[in-house]
């Protein structure tokens, strides 16, 4: 259940950052995170509400426990803190794609999102055999692998690729670092606010998400849509409701097993935002992209078998 739990969590978080990425093409990325944070936290909240409609609670439920409670006070501190450790590691990640090569930027955050929630289970006592651990690693390989975009030129005419500066490299290092670590945080810590229930603790982390994402966009004076380009808004909308979705099955896939597990497996999710840009934009992949995708099967056959 935890593997397919985490698919499923990889799939749409894939699809939610591809829909994400070609909404901020066409308009501002805090226009773009100002709708699909709250755009996520709506859809949530509203089945929340559904499922505390008798019956439905455990209809939504599958065994995993009540996913309507809220939980103490602690479980919705730590939802809150998960969705401005979320909303900030986007941030990170956004202004590192503009201030550095994103051939730095995306792997490192992919790995930093990755290893700091595993290695804080590990360090909390979980433990994982050999087969697991070896999954991982060959998974850990293949995120790095599926993050790396293609080597492009900047407006100054420097490669963004290997031949960048050091200064540069330097400073997707460090965005990289940020950025992941607040993905990684989020992972955890909607992990520990998802112990007593689901829904409620996915809303409120998108609630505080929301209040970031909408109190940056308004000190940076973002505009709102235009009425000629609803298009973009549209697919934020469309991204924020599918990444939504894709914290419920997180937080069900953390509840069925080893924290550990669901982690590295919902980390893949670079695998699918790459196919849905070749499939869908036509995209090439680069060679490294290919083979991080074979990697990532073969990871998940180690890790479930």
Not at 155 to 177: F, I, S
Not at 201 to 211: K, L, M
Not at 275 to 287: K, N, P
Request: some cysteine; proline content about 4%; charged content about 10%.
């Amino acid at each position: 259940m935890v593997t397919i739990l985490a698919l499923t969590a990889a799939v749409l978080y894939g699809t939610a950052d591809f829909l994400g990425g070609v909404a901020s093409r066409r308009a501002s990325v805090f226009a773009v995170l100002a709708t699909t944070v709250p755009a996520g936290a709506a859809v949530v909240l509203v089945v929340a509400l559904l499922g505390e409609a008798p019956g439905l609670g455990s209809l939504l439920g599958h065994g995993l426990g009540s996913p309507t409670s809220v939980g103490g006070w602690g479980a919705v501190g730590w939802a809150a803190v998960s969705g401005i450790c979320g909303a900030a590691g986007l941030i990170a990640f956004y202004a590192g794609f503009a201030a550095a090569p994103i051939s730095v930027v995306a792997p490192v955050a992919a790995l930093m999102s990755t290893v700091l929630p595993v290695g804080i289970a590990i360090a909390g006592g979980e433990r994982l055999t050999a087969q697991i651990v070896a999954g991982g690693l060959v998974c850990l390989v293949a995120i790095v692998l599926v993050s790396m975009p293609a080597t492009r030129r900047t407006r100054q005419g420097q490669q963004d690729g290997p031949n960048a500066g050091a200064a540069a490299r330097l400073r997707g290092l460090a965005y990289g670092a940020v950025a992941g670590a607040g993905f990684g945080l989020f992972f955890l810590c909607l992990k520990n606010a998802g112990q007593s229930g689901v829904l409620w603790p996915v809303a409120i982390s998108r609630t505080a998400g929301t209040v970031v994402a909408i109190g940056l966009a308004v000190a940076t004076g973002t505009r709102p849509w235009r009425r000629d380009g609803s298009g973009p808004g549209v697919i934020a909308l469309v991204s924020g409701a599918v990444d939504a979705a894709a914290n419920v099955c997180y937080v069900l896939a953390t509840r069925a097993g080893l924290f550990g597990l669901a982690v590295v497996i919902t980390a893949l999710y670079p695998g699918m935002t790459v196919l849905l840009a070749r499939w869908v934009l036509g995209e090439r992949m680069r060679w490294l992209q290919r083979a991080g995708l074979l990697l990532a099967a073969a990871g998940v056959v180690l890790l479930t078998t």
